[in-house]
């Protein structure tokens, strides 16, 4: 089973619209929680990371289910530079590199 | 505008060809790392240095050879590869052990 799941899409969605992308992770021992964005032939840069109460930055929304390994974002009123790949990131904790990665969910916002 | 620099930005080398990609980052990290990026799959650590050690050799063929000479400048020496191997190759730094990853823009490489 591979550590971080993710749906790739595509997904196609106007500006405006709220949408939303899951991911769900294998290890119970996870400690750590991201979603980072990658633009098309671009390096993945941090989204921000996901707590386990939720936590809101602007137009994103993070959420934590440890019981359910699951871990949600949450775009409300989509732009068009909200087109990306988001990647679904995983640490278990202090050993430095551990970040496992899921394939990312590819997001285009059209007009 | 990014504090990790990769050189060259796309390479295209032959099978029996020795090439070496580069990565510097301007942050001050101690920790450095080799990402392997291919179509349709995860990112793949390869290698981790920290503090000019490597700490972390994930299983990798031994035609990927890295260095470390300081704590900002990282290399990855390529002999002999497979059209496989063809991917992006993404150098990281991190300052310790909290997640976030500086990544820099990446080598393109093509194996032919």
């Known amino acids: 089973r591979k550590e971080v799941e993710q749906d790739p899409g595509p997904f196609n969605v106007p500006e405006g619209a709220t949408v939303a992308f899951n991911c769900t992770y294998s290890?119970?021992?996870?400690?750590?929680f991201f979603w980072y964005r990658q633009d098309c032939r671009k390096e993945p840069k941090l989204l921000m990371s996901?707590?386990?109460s939720g936590n809101e930055d602007g137009r994103f929304t993070a959420q934590l289910n440890r019981a359910s390994q699951y871990i949600s974002l949450l775009i409300r009123d989509s732009k068009l530079s909200d087109s990306a790949t988001y990647l679904c990131?995983?640490?278990?904790?202090?050993?430095?590199?551990?970040?496992?990665f899921g394939r990312g969910t590819q997001l285009t916002v059209w007009p | 505008e990014t504090g990790v620099t990769q050189t060259p930005r796309h390479l295209v080398m032959g099978m029996t060809n020795k090439k070496s990609l580069k990565c510097e980052q301007h942050?001050?990290?101690?920790?450095m790392y080799w990402y392997k990026q291919s179509a349709k799959k995860p990112l793949e650590l390869m290698f981790v240095?920290?503090?000019?050690?490597?700490?972390e050799n994930n299983s990798v063929p031994s035609r990927f050879s890295p260095e470390c000479p300081n704590s900002s400048h990282l290399f990855l020496h390529l002999h002999t590869l497979q059209p496989e191997d063809s991917a992006l190759y993404l150098c990281?730094?991190?300052?310790?052990?909290?997640?976030?990853?500086?990544f820099g823009a990446g080598t393109r490489l093509s194996v032919l």
């Open positions: 990281a730094s991190s300052q310790d052990s909290t997640g976030r990853r500086y």
């Open positions: 996901v707590y386990s």
């Open positions: 942050l001050g990290h101690n920790a």
């Open positions: 240095y920290s503090l000019e050690e490597r700490v």
């Open positions: 290890n119970s021992a996870s400690q750590s």
């Open positions: 990131v995983v640490s278990r904790g202090s050993t430095l590199g551990r970040l496992y």
